[in-house]
């Protein structure tokens, strides 16, 4: 078991560092920057500097450690994106003046699961099309030991749910708590507890913009059927987990079209699973099971993704299902 406290210190510096900088390209964004990869997904500069400042941080700390990260260099090395390389390397070098372009590249190919059974996840910007409009997003990083998440963190620089922002960095380490430091201001950190709402039909309910992602449709046929009164909340990226975490919300809904073969990436929930466990809550996939980190890249043992305060857990994984079952 790695020093939690070095991983709490190494971890924050550097999410506090890169959370800095998305939201300064944020602040001045230029869409024409944006690349596409090769799933036709967009990706920014800040995407980039963020994973790179990341990085640097973290290996010079734990070298040894592997790195399961959402970006990598291709894209940035051919040469009809140099200019973008330059605005990359431009970005990171505000924060790390003396750092090299073949460094900068390094750090984004270097990657993939280490020697030891510890391994960051590293999504640089979750929710990047939010984060192009102007939106919510979130930089989630979590450390996963022999395949089970012990650490996780989350800078959300526009988190927001009912009206205020809020920039927030969410943390969390197994037996430790789930936390919530508030940006740019000097008050301590406060421990944070999901929400103590026992019926499904007072809940409130989170789900994300995008549907490509998932079934959006589900929770308001869900909220007709019950007669669920509260308004629900839509969010790009992982900052959802936190809502739970927080109790904004009381559930998080991640519902995949019945007929999707897309699995979920571990770097896009890593790091808001263990914060909304350690805030005493409960996440599963839609079935009931347990998440499972341990096969690749990607969660492909499970099909979609139920987080809540755990009371009203059982009670959404019933509902969910016999809506499925009649949609068959
Ligand atoms: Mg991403």
Request: charged share 25%.
């Amino acid at each position: 078991m790695p020093d939690i406290d070095a991983i709490f210190q190494t971890a924050l510096r550097a999410l506090t560092a890169a959370c800095e900088t998305t939201a300064r390209v944020q602040a001045g964004f230029d869409a024409r920057e944006a690349l596409t990869k090769h799933d036709r997904s967009p990706v920014t500069i800040a995407d980039y500097a963020s994973q790179v400042i990341l990085s640097k941080h973290l290996w010079d700390v734990f070298p040894d450690y592997g790195m399961i990260s959402e970006e990598n260099a291709d894209e940035l090395r051919k040469p009809e994106n140099s200019a973008q390389l330059s605005s990359v390397c431009e970005q990171v070098r505000v924060h790390l003046p003396d750092i090299s372009e073949a460094e900068i590249c390094e750090l984004l190919t270097r990657g993939g699961r280490g020697d030891h059974g510890l391994d960051w996840t590293l999504d640089p910007i979750d929710g990047t099309k939010g984060f192009m409009r102007g939106d919510q997003y979130a930089v989630a990083l979590a450390l996963l030991c022999d395949g089970k998440v012990i650490a996780g963190f989350m800078g959300c620089p526009r988190y927001s749910v009912m009206g205020g922002l809020t920039p927030s960095i969410f943390y969390a380490a197994q037996g430790e708590g789930a936390w919530h430091r508030i940006l740019d201001t000097p008050d301590p950190d406060q421990e944070i507890k999901v929400d103590d709402t026992a019926v499904l039909t007072q809940a409130r309910i989170i789900r994300g913009v995008e549907a490509a992602h998932a079934n959006l449709g589900i929770v308001d046929v869900m909220k007709a059927r019950l007669g669920m009164q509260a308004e629900d909340v839509r969010m790009d990226g992982q900052g959802k987990y936190a809502a739970v975490a927080t109790g904004d919300a009381t559930a998080y809904l991640r519902v995949p079209q019945l007929d999707s073969t897309r699995k979920e990436c571990v770097w896009d929930h890593a790091a808001g699973v263990i914060i909304v466990e350690e805030a005493g809550g409960k996440v599963t996939d839609v079935e009931g099971s347990p998440l499972d980190f341990t096969v690749g890249d990607t969660l492909a043992e499970n099909r979609g993704i139920i987080a809540t305060n755990g009371a009203i857990h059982e009670e959404v994984l019933g509902v969910v299902s016999a809506i499925e079952a009649e949609a068959v």
